[in-house]
């Protein structure tokens, strides 16, 4: 099978920042996991009031922190996200070809690249809209 | 607000010794009678405590309540009432320059406790009561929060998001003792450095700390020997600010007879307040910041 990565756009594939969740630093924990759920994913892009991509956290970030963590759960939800996301994360511009991202989730072995343009956050690769788009390629 | 730079406070306007609280500066204190007891009473505990404020050698801030809408029982004093208790309070300052902080319960009695108190505080009781928050912020005014006696330290957060959702970032925090059970407290002081995490100082509340809430049937009750224990312990945690409510006659005294400091042991606690402080700020030059970092 041979899939045809390279005719697709990275913006055309992206989320855009309607479409997932975008807090900011001091969003507490809590309010980070509800974005979450409102957007059915398991991502949280944090941005500083210029847009610039400060981290972001993922539902593993929080599953290994639970194991860590010494102190009540109730403490633990009014802590700034920031304090819990990764600060350096992996990302895209959108002339990144969709087969060098795709790589990229594949050796990272995660789900989500932020796209970022003019050192600014514009969109989110998710690994769904990716998959769909390729299989929906060879049909 | 980030929470590596600590908010630094300045209580006072007009002609006060404005009282500076914040990370690094002395410590200062708020204190006086619970209540406004009358005009000559007033006048006279703040001369008092003034002079002895002096001698210390820290700022204060005069602390008396216009009205207690939270005691036991409908017979107990209530207060002078707003506008007789304001009147006073404005005149001390104008009397002795020192600057005046006193609760409000009623939202709207929060524009004309500003207009004249150079903080306004938030009862612990109705620590998150927006509306109570909202009309303490549109004070402008320094906010003396305290932290609810049913409310955890890391909780205050969003009472501080509150306040500065309506446009205030002058807040300080004060930690007032914590339900354990029925009609006891507890003192957890492990609770400054979490509420520091906001951004902004912390005070100890050191006679309401040691209340035996109701515990007395219509009354609180006090366990007041334990204060200076506490004092110690909280300026060594690292308040910024002590609170500790003071009466020549505590037997007298027509509110939180069982908790006020008999102003007799005023001065002495304050030297150890002081002391402590100075040697806090001296270990953490010498060793360096507390870095013990969770897993």
Partial sequence: MFIHSDKFQITELMLTLEDFPVISENTILKEALDEMDKFHLGVACIIDFKGQLLGIITDGDIRRKLSLVQKPLSFFFMDDVILHAIDNPVTIIKETSLTEATNLMYKKKIWDLPVIEDNRLVGLLHMHSVAHALINTNQ | MLNNKMKKLEIGYGKVNKVHIGENLPLAFLGGPCAIESRDHAFKMAELIGEICLKVGISWVYKSCYD?????????????????????LSDIRTEFKVPVVSDFSDAAWAPATGEVCDMVQVPAYLCRQTSILRAAADTGRVIHLKKGQFMSPWNMKNSVRKIESFGNNQILLADRGTFMGYNSLVNDMTSFPIMQKTGYPVCFDATHSIQLPTSMGNISGGQREFIPFLVRAAVGCGINALFMEVHD?????????????????LKNILEQAVL????????????????????
């Avoid at chain 2, 207690?68 to 006073?88: A, Q």
């Avoid at chain 2, 006659?249 to 042991?265: E, H, M």
């Fill in chain 2, 68 to 88: 207690k809408d939270c005691r036991s029982s409908p017979e107990s004093f209530h207060g002078l009432g707003k506008d007789d208790g304001l009147t006073i």
């Fill in chain 2, 249 to 265: 006659n505590p037997k007298k005294a027509l509110s939180d007879a069982n908790t006020v400091l008999d102003i007799k042991y």
């Fill in chain 2, 276 to 295: 402590m402080h100075q040697t806090r700020l001296e270990i953490l030059d010498k060793y360096g910041e507390d870095n013990v970092h969770p897993q």
